[in-house]
């Protein structure tokens, strides 16, 4: 890909990425904290269960309408300062999470965790990104993107074992703990890459939906996210009522969806980079990808056999990983100029598509007919507006020139 090639050639320590995967795992073991302790939260704080469910909404409200501004002020700001900010606001809002006496300051501890993870995040992909040679590049990111699926698998054992045995405030406080003596490995270790000459303002905050190589990926995750998420949202639901699942089984269930996650992560890595060794866009795995979660999602579905369920939600699962994968492999590269605000946009995407989907799919029975149809209908969506997308990637000289092809540049001296 002409872009890749225009960058510098890097080489991540090991160092480096072990403590980005750090991050990235304790990110995702936070974000499906919660919702096993909501009970538990609201007993001990004398709320109700939808009150409590807050500390949930605050926590996506200030990750999702902070990031895309700040993204666009990460791409102009060094990786690092970013990175150990956030990473410290991050650690802090557990902190305080573990040490609260009330409903609405763990509510707010909850905005200022979403807030540091919208500081970080971004910047640890793009980082991730920039640090990684452009051929080993698909694979360091979708390992990450594993090791984030295998926190959030974790985060719910985790949380439950705490609420039932050691307490709801240790769970927050473990993570809290552990970012904190993060945050100055982090500090020590990452390299003081400068800033980039980024676009700044209003016009840079909506510049990605200006070009039609990142709109077209930002509007794909919000299709595929809204079918494989907001379906998967109910499949607890469904195990339960048609098959009569317990809480014990339920979990293991968990587990079998995050071998899977990891299993799609874990694959699409070396295919993304040959893809892009033999001069083919890695998009068409988003699209592959898209295509087997519409086949695979409708017979976990409604199917009454429980080995073929399992099955198909195995397949569903690897399918929606391989694809999450690609497209952050996709967006981090596709434009150097913007990439944290790009990913970050992603992010937002992704979440918006899931509250889409929960909605849509809240409106049909679940398990019906109708539910797998418009589960495999966002699927294929998805699939589709992918495969326009590779295709543009082979589109004319005047499309190609809409992304920058020279080195990014950067501002201010190197430390």
């Known amino acids: 890909m002409r872009e890749d090639r225009a960058e510098r050639a890097e080489t991540i320590s090991a160092a480096e990425y072990v403590l980005l995967?750090?991050?990235?795992?304790?990110?995702?073991?936070?974000?499906?904290?919660?919702?096993?302790?909501?009970?538990?939260?609201?007993?001990?704080?004398?709320?109700?269960?939808?009150?409590?469910?807050?500390?949930?909404?605050?926590?996506?409200?200030?990750?999702?309408?902070?990031?895309?501004?700040?993204?666009?002020?990460?791409?102009?700001?060094?990786?690092?300062?970013?990175?150990?900010?956030?990473?410290?606001?991050?650690?802090?809002?557990?902190?305080?999470?573990?040490?609260?006496?009330?409903?609405?300051?763990?509510?707010?501890?909850?905005?200022?965790?979403?807030?540091?993870?919208?500081?970080?995040?971004?910047?640890?992909?793009?980082?991730?990104?920039?640090?990684?040679?452009?051929?080993?590049?698909?694979?360091?990111?979708?390992?990450?993107?594993?090791?984030?699926?295998?926190?959030q698998v974790l985060g719910v054992p985790l949380g439950t074992l705490c609420a039932q045995v050691l307490g709801w405030r240790l769970a927050f406080a473990a993570i809290g703990v552990g970012f904190a003596l993060m945050v100055p490995l982090l500090a020590r270790r990452l390299v003081r890459m400068p800033a980039l000459a980024a676009p700044s303002g209003l016009r840079a905050l909506t510049g990605p939906w200006r070009v039609s190589k990142i709109r077209l990926g930002l509007i794909a995750t919000l299709l595929f996210q809204a079918g494989r998420l907001g379906a998967y949202t109910y499949v607890g639901a469904l195990l339960a009522q048609r098959f009569g699942f317990s809480l014990a089984q339920q979990g293991a269930a968990g587990l079998l969806v995050g071998v899977s996650s990891m299993l799609g992560s874990l694959v699409s890595g070396p295919v993304i980079d040959r893809l892009r060794a033999h001069g083919h866009s890695e998009i068409w795995l988003s699209v592959t990808s898209a295509s087997v979660f519409a086949l695979a999602a409708p017979v976990a579905l409604t199917t009454h056999r429980l080995a073929l369920c399992l099955s198909a939600l195995f397949?569903?699962?690897?399918?929606?990983?391989?694809?999450?994968?690609t497209q952050q492999a996709y967006l981090a590269s596709v434009?150097?100029?913007?990439?944290?605000?790009?990913?970050?946009?992603?992010?937002?995407?992704?979440?918006?598509?899931?509250?889409?989907?929960?909605?849509?799919?809240?409106?049909?029975?679940?398990?019906?007919?109708?539910?797998?149809?418009?589960?495999?209908?966002?699927?294929?969506?998805?699939?589709?507006?992918?495969?326009?997308?590779?295709?543009?990637?082979?589109g004319s000289a005047a499309e190609t020139r809409e992304l920058p092809h020279e080195a990014p540049q950067h501002v201010g001296p190197r430390t």
Not at 358 to 377: D, E, N, P, R
């Open 335 to 394: 434009d150097a100029r913007q990439r944290a605000s790009v990913v970050a946009w992603n992010s937002s995407m992704m979440n918006v598509g899931i509250a889409a989907g929960t909605s849509l799919l809240g409106a049909a029975a679940v398990g019906s007919t109708a539910f797998a149809a418009l589960t495999a209908a966002l699927g294929f969506s998805g699939g589709a507006v992918s495969l326009a997308l590779a295709r543009r990637r082979h």
């Open 21 to 151: 995967c750090g991050v990235f795992f304790l990110m995702g073991a936070e974000t499906y904290l919660v919702s096993p302790l909501l009970p538990t939260l609201s007993d001990d704080l004398g709320a109700s269960t939808a009150a409590t469910a807050l500390v949930v909404t605050a926590f996506v409200i200030a990750y999702g309408v902070a990031g895309p501004p700040l993204g666009v002020l990460a791409d102009r700001t060094p990786r690092w300062i970013f990175i150990v900010g956030g990473g410290g606001l991050f650690a802090a809002g557990n902190i305080v999470s573990a040490l609260t006496p009330t409903l609405p300051t763990l509510v707010a501890a909850r905005a200022l965790s979403g807030l540091g993870a919208a500081v970080a995040a971004p910047s640890c992909w793009a980082y991730l990104a920039e640090r990684t040679e452009p051929a080993r590049r698909g694979r360091a990111i979708s390992v990450a993107v594993g090791i984030y699926g295998l926190g």
């Open 315 to 325: 397949v569903w699962c690897v399918a929606g990983s391989a694809f999450y994968s």
